[in-house]
């Protein structure tokens, strides 16, 4: 592989390597939705240094030019990412029906219950008192 | 909106009226707790699945037997949950009734053609999939019993969730009837289907059908009865 090609290649993939651990780091990014940009960084920085396994692979899948194997697998992962976020995406919409469902029904409740049921309008007034008589002292 | 809570009021005055607000600006909550309904406001706004579904979990957790599904918009006529109650206590072992307005010989439904076609697709290919005739799969103007609740609350379709509940409920091994019915035609608000929305609509129903009838066999949950029992007197 041409030398310049693998100092890009190298760079690029160490960079993104860098900035996914910082973004840990700094809690910006969950482990969980690390762990697939960590491991597509290492493969990529991997076949970037070690350029015989690179050629080698490039030649079992029929690819001439070795680095072109390199943005294929690189492809392959950026797949395998956004599948990875549209699973995450659904998990997510669906959790935040769940929640805005039970606000809907607790507010509705919270309404009901301070209107209507005696017992719950007792228990009310002591959560009340409680919460005010530091204020009252 | 607070003419169709009054007169569901006057027709089937043993119910409780809910009404979801699923987020709306125009003070849809407001305008039906003053005529006497009760109320869910979504947070936002959750599509049409999402709100109904909240409602059968709102009618799961307090105890309520029977369920009717109605939309606030004036299509549906109060006059005429008479037929779906009728049909649901002469057969205990139906789970949902539905209306449908094309099972009457005078119906007449005026929707356009492109609307029309789709329904009729959507009937013939739920239709096939039950083995029951199913003539109307997008009426919301349903009437379910206990296990038809309990089975939505706990999973509804999101978006344009009519047909996809007919498959649900059948791999469910519940049970439906249709009944026929009059609708009007929208007496106010916008219909959830704009006519850009349509293809989409047809594309993610099809999908839907297709994943459903895929999925087929129901995960069973804790608590349900087993998919498979032995007989009590071998």
Redesign the interface.
């Known amino acids: 592989m041409e030398t310049r090609i693998q100092i890009l290649a190298v760079t690029a993939s160490g960079l993104l390597l860098l900035i996914v651990l910082e973004l840990v780091r700094r809690r910006r990014l969950l482990e969980r939705y690390a762990l697939l940009w960590l491991l597509s960084a290492w493969v990529l920085l991997a076949l970037a240094i070690w350029q015989g396994l690179l050629s080698d692979l490039a030649r079992v899948i029929g690819i001439i030019y070795p680095p072109n194997a390199l943005f294929l697998i690189a492809f392959g992962f950026v797949l395998v990412l956004l599948l990875h976020f549209s699973v995450a995406v659904s998990r997510l919409?669906d959790q935040t029906?769940v929640l805005?469902?039970r606000?809907?029904?607790l507010?509705?409740r919270q309404r009901?219950g301070v209107a209507e049921d005696p017992a719950e309008r007792d228990r009310e007034d002591a959560v009340e008192f409680v919460a005010s008589s530091p204020r009252s002292r | 909106m607070g003419e169709v809570v009054r007169s569901l009021h006057t027709h089937v005055p043993d119910f409780d009226v809910l009404v979801?607000d699923d987020g709306s600006t125009d003070g849809t909550k407001d305008v039906a707790t003053a005529a006497g309904a009760?109320?869910?406001?979504?947070?936002?706004n959750?599509g049409i699945g999402?709100a109904v579904?909240?409602g059968f979990?709102?009618a799961l957790?307090n105890g309520y037997d029977y369920v009717l599904q109605f939309d606030a918009d004036g299509q549906h006529i109060a006059n005429e949950i008479a037929p779906l109650r009728a049909a649901m206590a002469d057969d205990p072992s139906l789970d949902m009734v539905c209306g449908s307005r094309f099972l009457s010989a005078e119906h007449g439904y005026p929707a356009p053609i492109s609307r029309r076609t789709g329904i009729h697709l959507f009937a013939f290919l739920l239709s096939r999939i039950t083995g029951q005739r199913v003539s109307d799969p997008t009426s919301g103007f349903r009437l379910y019993n206990r296990r038809g609740i309990a089975l939505f609350a706990r999973d509804y379709p999101?978006d344009y969730p009519e047909v996809e509940a007919v498959v649900m409920l059948h791999f469910h091994r519940l049970r439906m009837r249709e009944v026929p019915v009059t609708m009007r035609t929208r007496g106010n608000g916008r219909s959830s289907i704009g006519s850009g929305k349509s293809i989409y609509y047809m594309v993610k129903v099809l999908l839907a059908i297709f994943i459903g009838v895929a999925r087929r066999r129901p995960t069973p949950e804790p608590g349900d009865e087993a998919p498979v029992a032995a007989a009590p007197n071998l």
């Open positions: 919409t029906k805005a469902q606000i809907a029904i507010e509705e009901r | 979801i009760k109320t869910l406001r979504m947070p936002f959750l999402g579904q909240a979990v709102y957790e999101h």
